[in-house]
């Protein structure tokens, strides 16, 4: 093991002042070695992105660090004056941001915003410059560095920015390099490009990596070292390898149980109740007491110590004191949860919809007269069935096209061609005051529980709208009635109907989302990556409720994601798009376990398994998603597909039928 | 808060003063030609005008006029103005297409020429100026309301009550008015210092009041002839306007930041 390259000693940072400041970073002590990966694990709110902040000195302007020690080779940084810290950020510490479309300035040249880094710490100018910025972008794998060096933000991908940023850190070259969710923002197959380049570089130049993230599949791929947060605390440190073996601290324990998969499909997921507390007061027992499963009176009125539990290792937990014979509680009562009754068999059973050939094409106008140039084939043919009682999944990256296939189902944004029959009639016919009837049978949840509630609408009449919309749920008590009993069948309580979206949490919005759909008796909801934006913790409670609602319900869900373990989770159906159009569409074993088109494969095996060393053969895609207004010719995928043929570039594929529930589009395939 | 005080205080009286202006025992036409131009240091309050009319009466019964004409104009503005530009931008197509041409056009004339062109043609008088101005108003709230309308009507909230069923009058009502009236309002404070020294600007040109009824612009045009020898007859209501005018900026520029703090706090909470 190498020697410590950084060292944090008890630091607490404060924002704001008083007695009702916020303490995001309360006594956080870790150290990272030259040339190793240490990971900063957390939800949202617990404090890691503020510790980085902290460390680089670069907190919001009423923040301020209240105590403690960051000492870079034995260099106190708190020390340091402004002038002496503007040394070490980029040159020493550099970082990278989550969100690649905002870090950059989009009014300079990618070039020249690497060469400011170069021009400020190295002292190059000129000729020296522009070839040491050609080589640094070359290094972040930009192909064609010499031309893309004059391009602008705009011109290049999310993927493409990332690898900006990133060569924009390592042109000091850095000892240690933050990365703040470097990936959170990109795609699964862009994902693994960048972590690989990330590892790759890490090794090349021997930096050290703090890698702050909420997942736990890229930390099992990335870090060394992890280190979980809680509530402006570290709980649990330990090796890599030992803390996907065997986590400690009831709350690792319970994120891992919390995490969708195929093996727990039959039974609600574990949830971890409640959410974070907040952070603005003195806490007098265990932080995580409120949640845990195995707290006992004892967590509550005594804050736990620091026990460590071998080599590196450690908890901040009162189970772990030799000094206490805790009265063990039983472990993971809910995980016992009743499997959900099966819905019955949907044989000879009409579909519910019914989707053929769905077409959205968005006309691009030039000019004055607006004349129409092309069209952006955002939904290029999409065939799909939906039974009552079951759960398809869509999956694909961003830009394929999916929310455009669920809008359009709906009728939100109306389809171009193709035809979309819901129980028998044909939605894409249906205009006015019929269809507006009709949408009570189908609806829709966002992505964002934020920008989906009105905020200047209180719960009640959120929920109620459906129902004075559809005329339906009698007068106006009765109306009120049900919602407080649709509040109740999502988990929340009566009373909460008088108050506003902003007094929630992510979670709690997102089931007010849910009851508003249920207020007006759906038999379809299109889910719109309805967790994506939630805590794994919360997302389970989301997805156990959806389940739930399903089971009780009868509803059908199209369910929109890009998260591959949800798809395991929930689905009975699962169709793959690409760029438009579906390419693999079968039952969720046949399409996770046993993928056939190249895609399909390329993405199932991007996604970070947390099994470490998993051995599996990854396939690295090459490239980005092309843009669907300029399609490649033949096999959309061919540009990437790492067996593209030459008849691939001459005709999109026909469906093949491996089974009579699995189909999918390649030539390549019997 | 207490920084303004002051203006409250300005905006205030003006409003009570425009209400109550007619019960108070005022003479602000009785003419007395031995007061003519005597300065206030010569005769108390703020001296007499040119027919010997005590300019304290003029000044305060101005207001009334200043104070129709604003509010009268902004609200002639506004309504309309809002009315059109969120249906233009919620409902799209030819419908948007024809009015912003509409607004385009408007726009091309230089604002306070054509309310001169249009007063100058309807004649003189206050409902006819808060016509000519509304006429020239509406476009600025219209084009607001437009875009405010074109990016909320995409947020998901507003998807999910199409999703639901709901009218477009209840989406506009519900879910778009009450999340763009913070901007129009205060557009709305803007407009009306606007409108204050459009209509001095208007009657100054003799287009606006007739006399002898006083407004504020109109004093200013007539006093300007005895500037040299009687400079209270333009500092008096110029001192008035200057007041009214700053008070409401300085008003519209706290309910702007005000409304503004929602969505600071909101970014705050997103980014930790």
């Known amino acids: ?670 | 808060m207490r920084r303004l005080l002051p203006a409250l205080l300005v905006v205030a009286g003006w409003a009570l003063l425009a209400l109550l202006v007619g019960r108070l025992p005022l003479e602000p036409d009785r003419i007395d030609l031995e007061r003519i131009l005597l300065s206030p240091l010569a005769a108390g309050g703020l001296g007499f005008d040119d027919l010997g009319r005590p300019v304290l009466d003029r000044v305060l019964t101005g207001a009334r006029t200043s104070f129709l004409v604003a509010f009268g104009v902004v609200a002639l503005s506004a309504v309309p103005g809002v009315l059109a530009g969120s249906l233009a931008g919620y409902l799209g197509g030819r419908l948007d297409a024809g009015m912003v041409l509409v607004m385009d056009v408007f726009l091309a004339f230089p604002g306070i020429l054509l309310a001169i062109a249009l007063a100058g043609l309807l004649g003189p008088g206050i409902d006819n100026l808060v016509l000519a101005l509304a006429t020239v108003g509406w476009v600025g709230y219209a084009r607001l309301a437009r875009a405010q309308v074109l990016s909320l009507r995409q947020r998901e909230h507003v998807v999910a009550a199409r999703a639901l069923g709901s009218r477009a009058p209840r989406i506009l009502l519900r879910h778009l008015l009450p999340l763009m009236s913070a901007p129009l309002v205060v557009e709305a404070t803007f407009g009306i210092a606007g409108v204050v020294i459009a209509e001095a600007g208007l009657s100054f040109l003799g287009l606006g009041v007739q006399p002898p009824e006083a407004s504020w612009g109109s004093m200013i045009r007539d006093g300007v002839r005895y500037l040299l020898v009687a400079p209270h007859l333009v500092l008096a209501p110029g001192a008035a306007l200057f007041a009214v005018v700053l008070a409401v900026n300085l008003l519209g520029d706290a309910l702007r930041d005000r409304l503004d703090v929602r969505s600071g706090a909101r970014e705050r909470r997103t980014a930790a």
Not at chain 1, 371 to 384: E, F, I, M, N
Request: hydrophobic share 40%; with cysteine; charged share 25%.
């Open chain 1, 1 to 670: 093991m190498g020697e410590k390259l950084l060292e944090v000693f008890d630091l607490r940072t404060r924002i704001g002042r008083g007695p009702r400041a916020v303490r995001p970073v309360d006594g956080v002590s870790f150290h990272i070695r030259r040339g190793e990966t240490f990971a900063l694990l957390g939800e949202s709110g617990c404090g890691k992105s503020m510790t980085a902040l902290s460390l680089l000195r670069l907190l919001p302007p009423a923040g301020r660090i209240a105590g403690g020690r960051v000492e870079l080779d034995g260099e106190n940084l708190l020390a340091l004056t402004e002038r002496g810290m503007r040394s070490v950020r980029g040159n020493r510490i550099a970082m990278i941001f989550q969100e690649p479309m905002t870090s950059l300035n989009p009014v300079m040249t990618i070039g020249s915003q690497i060469g400011e880094v170069l021009e400020l710490h190295k002292g190059l100018r000129g000729d020296a410059l522009r070839e040491k910025t050609v080589e640094l972008l070359d290094a972040v794998g930009i192909p064609d560095a010499a031309r893309r060096h004059g391009e602008y933000p705009h011109q290049l991908s999310g993927g493409m920015k990332q690898r900006v940023m990133i060569a924009i850190a390592l042109a000091g070259e850095p000892d240690l390099l933050i990365a703040d969710e470097p990936t959170t923002a990109l795609d699964v197959t862009i994902q693994a490009q960048v972590l690989d380049l990330l590892r790759d570089l890490q090794k090349r130049y021997g930096m050290a990596v703090l890698l702050i993230t909420h997942d736990l599949g890229v930390v099992a791929q990335m870090a060394d070292r992890v280190a979980v947060m809680y509530a402006g605390q570290i709980v649990e440190q330990a090796p890599a390898r030992r803390f996907f073996d065997t986590p400690q601290h009831p709350y690792s324990r319970r994120l891992f149980q919390a995490l969708p998969d195929s093996s727990k499909r039959d039974r609600p997921l574990t949830v971890i109740p409640g959410s974070v507390p907040p952070l603005d007061r003195d806490f007098t027992g265990c932080r995580f007491a409120e949640r845990c499963d195995r707290a006992w009176l004892h967590c509550r009125t005594q804050a736990p110590g620091w026990f460590d539990t071998g080599a590196d290792a450690g908890v901040l937990c009162h189970l772990f004191d030799p000094g206490l014979v805790p009265e063990t509680a039983p472990e993971a009562t809910q995980e016992a949860g009743a499997a959900s009754p099966e819905a019955p068999a949907e044989s000879g059973s009409q579909p519910l919809l019914v989707v053929d050939g769905l077409q959205v094409h968005f006309p691009i106008q030039r000019g004055l007269f607006k004349r129409t140039v092309g069209h952006v084939k955002a939904v290029d043919g999409v065939s799909l069935d939906i039974p009552t009682r079951r759960t398809v999944a869509l999956v694909g990256e961003s830009g394929c096209g999916k929310t455009t296939v669920g809008k359009g189902i709906l009728q939100l944004i109306r389809p171009t061609g193709g035809s979309v029959r819901f129980d028998g009639d044909e939605l894409t016919r249906l205009r006015g005051e019929r269809l507006r009837k009709r949408r009570a049978d189908f609806q829709i949840i966002f992505q964002d529980p934020f920008s989906s509630m009105n905020p200047r609408m209180q719960v009640g009449d959120i929920i109620e709208e459906g129902m004075v919309a559809q005329r339906i749920g009698g007068d106006r008590a009765q109306r009120r009635a049900r919602v407080e009993a649709l509040l109740q069948q999502v988990g929340l309580r009566p009373e909460h109907a008088g108050r506003y979206p902003h007094e929630f949490s992510g979670g709690q919005r997102q089931r007010i989302c849910i009851a508003r759909t249920l207020a007006v008796n759906p038999k379809l909801i299109v889910c719109d990556e309805p967790t994506s934006a939630l805590d794994v913790s919360v997302q389970a409670q989301i997805l156990n409720l959806l389940k739930d609602l399903q089971a009780s319900l009868g509803l059908a869900y199209l369910f929109i994601t890009h998260d591959i373990s949800v798809v395991a989770y929930l689905a009975d159906r699962v169709a793959v798009m690409y760029l438009g159009r579906i390419v693999e569409e079968g039952s969720v074993d046949e399409v996770l376990e046993d993928a056939r088109h190249p895609y399909t494969q390329a993405l199932l095996s991007a996604v970070p398994d947390i099994e470490p060393d998993s051995g599996r053969a990854i396939i690295r895609l090459q490239g980005d998603m092309p843009s669907p207004a300029n399609p490649p010719a033949g096999c959309h995928f061919h540009p990437r597909c790492p067996k593209a043929r030459d008849e691939c570039r001459r005709a999109y594929p026909p469906e093949t039928a491996l089974s009579p529930t699995h189909k999918a589009r390649c030539f390549l395939l019997p």
